[in-house]
Protein backbone atom coordinates (compact mmCIF):
# COMPACT_ATOMS: atom_id res chain seq x y z
CA UNK A 1 0.00 0.00 0.00
CA UNK A 2 1.06 3.64 -0.80
CA UNK A 3 0.20 6.27 1.00
CA UNK A 4 -0.60 9.77 1.12
CA UNK A 5 -1.44 12.78 3.02
CA UNK A 6 -3.94 15.52 1.68
CA UNK A 7 -3.07 19.05 3.29
CA UNK A 8 -6.88 20.90 2.65
CA UNK A 9 -6.23 24.69 2.39
CA UNK A 10 -4.36 25.51 5.53
CA UNK A 11 -4.32 28.97 4.29
CA UNK A 12 -4.23 32.71 6.27
CA UNK A 13 -7.37 33.55 5.29
CA UNK A 14 -9.07 30.54 6.57
CA UNK A 15 -7.64 30.96 10.34
CA UNK A 16 -8.16 33.40 12.77
CA UNK A 17 -8.44 36.87 11.47
CA UNK A 18 -8.66 35.72 8.01
CA UNK A 19 -11.19 36.90 5.57
CA UNK A 20 -12.87 33.55 6.20
CA UNK A 21 -11.18 32.60 9.57
CA UNK A 22 -12.68 29.18 11.04
CA UNK A 23 -11.88 28.76 14.80
CA UNK A 24 -9.16 26.50 15.48
CA UNK A 25 -7.90 27.19 12.42
CA UNK A 26 -4.35 28.42 13.58
CA UNK A 27 -3.98 25.79 16.04
CA UNK A 28 -4.69 23.21 13.51
CA UNK A 29 -1.49 24.47 11.64
CA UNK A 30 1.13 23.69 13.99
CA UNK A 31 -0.79 20.68 15.30
CA UNK A 32 -0.57 19.22 11.26
CA UNK A 33 2.99 20.50 11.27
CA UNK A 34 3.69 18.37 14.62
CA UNK A 35 1.53 15.57 13.03
CA UNK A 36 3.60 15.56 10.16
CA UNK A 37 6.79 15.73 12.20
CA UNK A 38 6.21 12.62 13.99
CA UNK A 39 4.74 10.78 10.82
CA UNK A 40 6.86 11.65 8.56
CA UNK A 41 7.55 7.74 7.62
CA UNK A 42 4.09 6.72 7.18
CA UNK A 43 3.79 8.93 3.90
CA UNK A 44 5.27 8.34 0.83
CA UNK A 45 4.11 11.47 -0.77
CA UNK A 46 2.81 14.79 0.61
CA UNK A 47 -0.22 16.92 -1.32
CA UNK A 48 -1.02 20.13 -0.53
CA UNK A 49 -3.78 22.63 -1.56
CA UNK A 50 -4.84 26.39 -1.82
CA UNK A 51 -7.95 27.98 -2.45
CA UNK A 52 -6.17 30.42 -5.21
CA UNK A 53 -8.96 32.43 -6.39
CA UNK A 54 -8.92 35.50 -9.45
CA UNK A 55 -8.75 39.31 -8.22
CA UNK A 56 -11.49 41.33 -9.64
CA UNK A 57 -13.38 38.74 -10.12
CA UNK A 58 -16.85 36.81 -8.18
CA UNK A 59 -14.73 33.62 -9.38
CA UNK A 60 -18.41 31.96 -11.26
CA UNK A 61 -20.06 33.42 -8.40
CA UNK A 62 -17.89 31.94 -5.82
CA UNK A 63 -17.63 35.73 -3.86
CA UNK A 64 -20.24 37.65 -2.83
CA UNK A 65 -19.58 41.14 -4.31
CA UNK A 66 -22.93 42.83 -3.72
CA UNK A 67 -25.06 41.92 -0.83
CA UNK A 68 -24.14 39.35 2.00
CA UNK A 69 -22.49 35.93 1.43
CA UNK A 70 -24.36 33.13 2.88
CA UNK A 71 -21.22 31.20 3.73
CA UNK A 72 -23.07 27.96 1.78
CA UNK A 73 -22.58 28.48 -1.49
CA UNK A 74 -21.11 32.34 -1.48
CA UNK A 75 -18.63 33.87 0.57
CA UNK A 76 -16.65 37.22 1.47
CA UNK A 77 -13.60 37.56 -0.78
CA UNK A 78 -11.03 34.86 0.29
CA UNK A 79 -7.76 33.79 -1.32
CA UNK A 80 -6.87 35.96 -3.64
CA UNK A 81 -3.65 34.63 -5.65
CA UNK A 82 -0.32 36.17 -4.35
CA UNK A 83 -2.24 38.17 -1.82
CA UNK A 84 -1.28 37.45 1.95
CA UNK A 85 -4.52 35.71 2.55
CA UNK A 86 -3.71 32.88 0.05
CA UNK A 87 -0.29 31.91 1.68
CA UNK A 88 -0.01 28.84 3.79
CA UNK A 89 -0.49 29.42 7.63
CA UNK A 90 3.18 30.42 8.84
CA UNK A 91 2.74 27.51 11.62
CA UNK A 92 2.32 25.18 8.45
CA UNK A 93 5.71 23.33 7.74
CA UNK A 94 5.95 22.03 4.55
CA UNK A 95 9.05 19.71 3.19
CA UNK A 96 10.82 20.64 -0.14
CA UNK A 97 9.13 17.83 -2.03
CA UNK A 98 5.37 18.34 -1.25
CA UNK A 99 3.20 18.64 -4.28
CA UNK A 100 1.22 22.02 -4.16
CA UNK A 101 -1.94 22.08 -5.62
CA UNK A 102 -3.74 25.59 -6.49
CA UNK A 103 -7.75 25.25 -7.35
CA UNK A 104 -10.22 27.23 -8.52
CA UNK A 105 -8.84 30.05 -10.24
CA UNK A 106 -12.29 31.44 -11.71
CA UNK A 107 -14.26 29.48 -10.49
CA UNK A 108 -15.79 27.76 -6.97
CA UNK A 109 -13.83 24.70 -6.32
CA UNK A 110 -13.80 22.93 -3.09
CA UNK A 111 -11.95 19.72 -3.89
CA UNK A 112 -8.27 19.37 -4.22
CA UNK A 113 -9.35 16.83 -7.31
CA UNK A 114 -10.57 20.64 -9.41
CA UNK A 115 -7.08 21.37 -8.46
CA UNK A 116 -3.89 21.38 -10.64
CA UNK A 117 -0.28 20.61 -9.67
CA UNK A 118 3.03 23.12 -10.24
CA UNK A 119 3.37 20.70 -13.14
CA UNK A 120 0.31 21.51 -14.39
CA UNK A 121 -0.95 17.88 -14.01
CA UNK A 122 -4.07 16.60 -12.31
CA UNK A 123 -4.68 15.08 -8.68
CA UNK A 124 -6.22 12.02 -9.90
CA UNK A 125 -3.36 11.72 -12.72
CA UNK A 126 -0.47 12.40 -9.86
CA UNK A 127 -2.08 9.17 -7.75
CA UNK A 128 -2.12 7.20 -10.46
CA UNK A 129 1.32 7.85 -11.20
CA UNK A 130 2.78 7.84 -8.19
CA UNK A 131 0.65 4.51 -6.86
CA UNK A 132 -1.43 5.97 -4.27
CA UNK A 133 -3.62 4.02 -3.05
CA UNK A 134 -4.37 4.91 0.36
CA UNK A 135 -5.07 8.69 1.42
CA UNK A 136 -5.52 10.23 4.48
CA UNK A 137 -7.31 13.64 4.76
CA UNK A 138 -6.93 16.88 7.20
CA UNK A 139 -7.30 21.11 7.00
CA UNK A 140 -10.03 23.02 6.40
CA UNK A 141 -12.97 22.98 6.11
CA UNK A 142 -13.98 20.13 7.30
CA UNK A 143 -17.57 21.13 5.97
CA UNK A 144 -16.70 22.27 2.71
CA UNK A 145 -13.44 21.55 0.92
CA UNK A 146 -12.03 18.49 2.80
CA UNK A 147 -15.35 16.91 2.62
CA UNK A 148 -15.17 17.85 -1.16
CA UNK A 149 -11.60 16.53 -1.62
CA UNK A 150 -12.38 12.97 0.59
CA UNK A 151 -15.69 12.38 -1.02
CA UNK A 152 -13.52 12.51 -4.26
CA UNK A 153 -10.94 10.54 -3.11
CA UNK A 154 -12.98 8.29 -2.32
CA UNK A 155 -14.94 8.21 -5.55
CA UNK A 156 -11.44 7.74 -6.82
CA UNK A 157 -11.03 4.25 -5.33
CA UNK A 158 -8.59 5.34 -2.58
CA UNK A 159 -8.99 4.05 0.94
CA UNK A 160 -9.28 7.11 2.84
CA UNK A 161 -9.29 8.46 6.52
CA UNK A 162 -10.35 11.56 7.77
CA UNK A 163 -8.19 12.64 10.91
CA UNK A 164 -11.11 14.18 13.08
CA UNK A 165 -8.35 16.03 15.51
CA UNK A 166 -6.31 17.28 12.53
CA UNK A 167 -9.81 19.17 10.65
CA UNK A 168 -11.71 22.19 11.41
CA UNK A 169 -14.58 23.33 9.90
CA UNK A 170 -16.94 26.53 9.20
CA UNK A 171 -20.20 25.37 11.33
CA UNK A 172 -20.73 22.66 13.86
CA UNK A 173 -23.57 21.02 12.98
CA UNK A 174 -22.76 20.46 9.15
CA UNK A 175 -19.40 19.44 9.90
CA UNK A 176 -20.59 16.85 12.36
CA UNK A 177 -22.78 16.00 9.34
CA UNK A 178 -20.42 15.71 6.73
CA UNK A 179 -18.05 13.63 8.61
CA UNK A 180 -20.95 11.13 8.79
CA UNK A 181 -21.77 11.29 5.21
CA UNK A 182 -17.99 10.51 4.30
CA UNK A 183 -18.36 7.73 6.94
CA UNK A 184 -21.48 6.25 5.31
CA UNK A 185 -19.25 6.90 1.99
CA UNK A 186 -16.59 4.84 3.15
CA UNK A 187 -14.30 6.68 5.11
CA UNK A 188 -12.38 6.13 8.04
CA UNK A 189 -13.53 8.69 10.47
CA UNK A 190 -10.64 8.73 13.32
CA UNK A 191 -8.54 10.77 15.34
CA UNK A 192 -4.63 11.05 15.01
CA UNK A 193 -3.54 9.45 18.10
CA UNK A 194 -5.79 6.40 17.56
CA UNK A 195 -3.43 5.52 14.16
CA UNK A 196 -0.54 3.27 14.22
CA UNK A 197 2.61 4.44 13.39
C1 LIG B 1 -13.68 26.72 1.57
C2 LIG B 1 -15.52 28.03 1.77
C3 LIG B 1 -15.21 28.69 0.61
C4 LIG B 1 -12.83 25.62 2.14
C5 LIG B 1 -13.34 27.35 0.41
O1 LIG B 1 -11.60 25.65 1.99
O2 LIG B 1 -13.40 24.73 2.77
N1 LIG B 1 -14.76 27.06 2.24
N2 LIG B 1 -14.13 28.34 -0.06
Known amino acids: MTKALFIIDVQNDFT ?3 ALGVEGGAALASNVTKYLNANKSAYAHVFASRDWHDANSDNGGHFALEGEPNYVTTWPVHCVAGTPGAEYHPALKLDADTIHIKKGQGVPAYSIFEGTAEDGSSVADKLQELGIDEVD ?6 DYCVRASAMDAIDHGQEVRVLTDLVAGVAKESSEHALEELGHAGAAIVESKSLDK
Open 16 to 18: EGG
Open 137 to 142: VVGIAT
